[in-house]
């Protein structure tokens, strides 16, 4: 068994498609990533990070919730998801290195949000170099339904 975090999800699928190339007998598990009360995924790197540069920090993980909000009101255009993302970072006056959609399969960037998409977001916080993803999940037709009929 090898465990890895989803924070590292680039480096996960680089394990599972080695343990599948090879045909290694390693089952590869990807946990949740654990997180502080701010949203911030737990890091060795974070005790780097003064009082304000973690306040920054927590805006990797609002970026990503934003985006799941703007998928979830109907928006397939990735351009449009990722302009509400970048917003949230440069609010906290981060600027990131890169925030991407991609499909969870393959890395790719996606060119239309019509299934499940994982967002990527790398930035440095002062020092120190900080990653985050999430999986968005693209609400079926009946929950956008039962949505826009004002239940929730």
């Known amino acids: 068994m090898a465990f890895f975090g989803q924070k590292d999800a680039q480096q996960a699928l680089v ?24 949203g ?42 990722r302009s509400a993302a970048l917003a949230e970072l440069d609010a ?3 600027a990131p290195e890169y ?10 960037t996606v060119q239309h949000v019509d299934r499940d998409v994982l967002a990527l977001v790398a930035a440095r916080v002062g020092g120190t170099r900080l990653i985050d993803n999430q999986l968005l999940r693209v609400p079926t037709d009946a929950e956008q339904a039962h949505t826009h009929n004002g239940r929730h």
């Open 92 to 94: 906290a006056g981060v």
């Open 40 to 81: 911030l995924a737990m890091s060795s790197r974070n005790v780097r990070l003064t009082a304000g540069e973690r306040l920054q920090a927590a805006s990797l993980h609002r970026s990503l919730e934003r985006a799941q909000a703007v998928i979830g009101t109907g928006q397939r255009d990735p351009a449009a998801v």
């Open 99 to 108: 925030l991407e959609l991609v499909a969870p399969d393959t890395f790719e």
């Open 15 to 38: 394990i599972r498609r080695l343990v599948s190339d090879l045909n290694l007998p390693v089952r590869v598990r990807v946990l949740p990533t654990v997180r502080e009360a701010d």
